[in-house]
């Protein structure tokens, strides 16, 4: 199974850019890297995936290091809406495997 | 469109209890899944579907089962209730394999077990 490994929390001010890291060093050529975010008392909610080109939408943008070891997801302008935990996660087949995530504080 | 729906919000059961958590999509999604979160931690896969009359397990399936007679809808069953299964259960639906189709989720089921 791919895994993933992301710090457990980060702390951004509002309005400035988010910069949440993830590795995947175990990452297999055809497993796609997906990005959902969670808020408090909800489901994930899917932001964006890809295989190894960026990739951007309304959302966010997702950068895909040479090697697909690792992967980097921005969001452009923090705003407190935005405070989630994050994941990154790999899947294997049709499942996904969700880490811890990324606890994300957005500071006024 | 409602998406994923689950049913109850909210669940306590006795140490032994049964019951069904519901989960029912309306957007013909061919794939279903269940995952738990326990407290602090991320989501589990329990048990997964890739269409109707069709189930597999994922990583935590014991003391569950599940059914898939039609495509809306994929209950997830507790047969006796243990303070190991107190935990936010998630339904998710994909139009394709998950890889290249994103995951919808319901707003979860919180179980308490005592």
């Known amino acids: 199974d791919a895994k993933t490994t992301q710090p457990n929390s980060m702390e951004s001010n509002e309005e400035e850019p988010v910069h949440l890291p993830c590795n995947h060093s175990?990452?297999?050529?055809?497993?796609?890297i997906h990005w959902y975010r969670q808020l408090p008392s909800q489901g994930p909610e899917y932001v964006i995936h890809?295989?190894?080109s960026n990739v951007n939408n309304r959302m966010a943008s997702l950068a895909i290091a040479e090697d697909r070891k690792s992967s980097t997801l921005i969001l452009h302008r923090a705003t407190l809406r935005d405070a989630a935990v994050y994941y990154c996660?790999?899947?294997?087949?049709?499942?996904?495997?969700f880490g811890t995530g990324t606890s994300l504080t957005v500071i006024p | 469109n409602a998406g994923v729906t689950q049913t109850p919000k909210f669940r306590i059961l006795k140490i032994g209890q049964s019951m069904t958590l519901q989960c029912t999509q309306d957007?013909?999604?061919?794939?279903m899944y269940w995952y738990r979160q326990d407290p602090g931690m991320g989501l589990k896969l329990i048990y997964y579907?890739?269409?109707?009359?069709?189930?597999d397990k994922g990583e935590v399936p014991n003391g569950y089962n599940v059914s898939r007679s039609t495509t809306e809808d994929f209950p997830l069953r507790l047969e006796l209730a243990a303070p190991s299964q107190t935990s936010v259960y998630f339904c998710?639906?994909?139009?394709?394999?998950?890889?290249?189709?994103?995951?919808?989720f319901g707003n979860g089921t919180r179980l308490t077990v005592t």
């Open positions: 996660i790999t899947n294997t087949g049709n499942q996904f495997y």
């Open positions: 890809g295989l190894t």
């Open positions: 957007m013909n999604h061919n794939y």
């Open positions: 175990t990452i297999s050529g055809t497993d796609y």
């Open positions: 579907s890739v269409g109707a009359g069709i189930t």
């Open positions: 998710a639906s994909s139009y394709l394999t998950g890889v290249n189709s994103p995951l919808h």
